[in-house]
C-alpha cells in the first residue's frame, strides 16, 4: 500500500509500505479521507513531539475492511472514524481520569501509523462507527471538532454569554459554531481573511472583525466597541504568539481566556500576571479531546455541525507530500487527502 512517511524532521516520501495486519483487537480500515493538520506542519518541521519514521494522518474516516478475533462491535463494510489519541489507563493521570494527560500517550499518525495512506490500523477502543448515510470525508472532521469540544467544554461558555474566537481557520470556525450551539449570543470572529469572515457570519458569528482596519482592542472593547469592556470568553485559535498575548487584553474583568491553537514547541509569549490577577482573568488551556470523540461524531452526523464549507481542496496521496511539507495555501481551511482520488 502507499503511506506518506515522515522518515526524519524535514523528510517526508510517499513509499510503498506493506499492507498492515490488525491484531485481535484492532480493525483495518480503509482510509476513505484524511485532513492535513497543521500539527502535520508542525511535525515536518520538528515543532512538535513525534516518534519518526512513521506515517502520517490522525484525522481519518474510513471503512473497516477486517477486524480482529477479538473484536466485538465492529464488522467488515462498517464506516469508521478514529480517536487517533490512545491512553495508557495505568498512570496517574489516566487513573485521576485526566487520559488526555496520560504519561505514555501515544497518538495515531505521531507514533504509531496514520491516516496518510491506503488503510490504518485502529484499536477497537479508538474506533467510533459512523452513520451509512454519513459522507466520509465529513466524517474525517471528528477529530479537530472533538479536540474544539473539549476547549468549548473548558471555557465552560454559557447561554447569553459574549464570545471572541482569534483565529478564522478550521479551529477557529468550529469552535464559531460551538459557540453559538452553547447558547453564546455574541459571537465574534476576527481574521484578517474576507472570505473567512464572510464564511463564519454565514454559519454563526454574529459579527467579524479584520484585525489590520485599525486597533483591534478599540473595535472590540472600546466604548463604542463590538463589546464594550471585552467579552466573557477569548478563544485563540491561531497557534501564534501575537494572539496569545493579545487575547487577554479583549477579555472582560472576571473573564476567560482559552489557548485552543497550538504553538510551535518552545514558543515564548509576554504576559502581565499584575493584570491576569488585577482583572481576575482565568487563563487556561486546552489540550485534544478526552471523551468528546463520539460526540463530535453525533454533532456531525446529525447535521448541528456544518463541515461542508470547510473543505478547501481535495488532493491525492501523491500530493499529501508537498502539501505537508510546503506552507498552507492563501485561504486554506482544511485540505483533504483522498486515498482513491
Do not use: W
Amino acid at each position: 500500500m502507499r503511506s506518506v512517511r515522515l522518515e526524519a524532521i524535514g523528510s517526508l516520501s510517499l513509499r510503498e509500505m506493506p499492507k498492515p495486519v490488525p491484531g485481535p483487537e484492532d480493525l483495518l480500515v480503509k482510509v476513505a479521507a484524511c485532513g492535513i493538520c497543521g500539527t502535520d506542519r508542525h511535525l515536518f518541521h520538528g515543532e512538535f513531539p513525534s516518534r519518526p519514521p512513521v506515517t502520517l494522518g490522525h484525522e481519518f474516516a474510513g471503512v473497516v475492511e477486517a477486524v480482529g478475533s477479538r473484536v466485538v462491535g465492529f464488522e467488515p463494510g462498517l464506516k469508521v472514524t478514529g480517536d487517533p489519541n490512545i491512553a495508557c489507563g495505568l498512570c496517574p493521570e489516566c487513573h485521576r481520569g485526566r487520559i488526555n494527560l496520560c504519561r505514555n500517550l501515544q497518538a495515531i499518525g505521531i507514533h504509531r501509523d496514520g491516516g496518510f495512506a491506503d488503510y490504518v490500523i485502529v484499536p477497537q477502543s479508538q474506533a467510533h462507527q459512523l452513520p451509512d448515510a454519513l459522507d466520509l470525508v465529513q466524517g474525517a472532521f471528528c477529530e479537530p471538532l472533538a479536540c474544539c469540544i473539549h476547549g468549548i467544554d473548558i471555557a465552560k461558555i454559557r447561554p447569553g454569554d459574549s464570545v471572541v474566537v482569534l483565529g478564522g481557520g478550521l479551529i477557529g470556525l468550529l469552535v464559531v459554531q460551538l459557540a453559538k450551539l452553547a447558547g453564546a449570543t455574541d459571537v465574534i470572529l476576527v481574521t484578517r481573511s474576507a472570505e473567512k469572515r464572510a464564511l463564519g457570519e454565514r454559519i454563526g458569528a454574529t459579527a467579524s472583525v479584520d484585525p489590520t482596519a485599525g486597533d483591534l482592542e478599540t473595535q472590540i472593547c472600546g466604548e463604542n466597541g463590538l463589546l464594550p469592556g471585552g467579552a466573557e470568553k477569548v478563544i485563540e485559535a491561531v497557534g501564534v504568539r501575537e494572539t496569545v498575548e493579545q487575547a487577554p487584553r479583549l477579555t472582560r474583568r472576571g473573564g476567560t481566556v482559552l489557548i485552543l491553537g497550538v504553538l510551535p514547541q518552545g514558543t515564548k509569549v509576554e504576559i502581565e500576571p499584575f493584570d491576569l490577577l488585577f482583572r481576575e482573568i482565568r487563563f487556561l488551556s486546552s489540550f485534544v479531546n478526552p471523551f468528546t470523540h463520539r460526540r463530535a461524531a453525533a454533532l456531525i452526523a446529525s447535521g448541528a455541525i456544518d463541515v461542508a464549507p470547510l473543505i478547501s481542496r481535495r488532493i491525492t496521496l501523491d500530493e499529501a507530500v508537498s502539501a505537508i511539507s510546503g506552507s498552507a495555501p492563501p485561504g486554506e481551511i482544511r485540505s483533504m487527502v483522498i486515498p482513491d482520488l
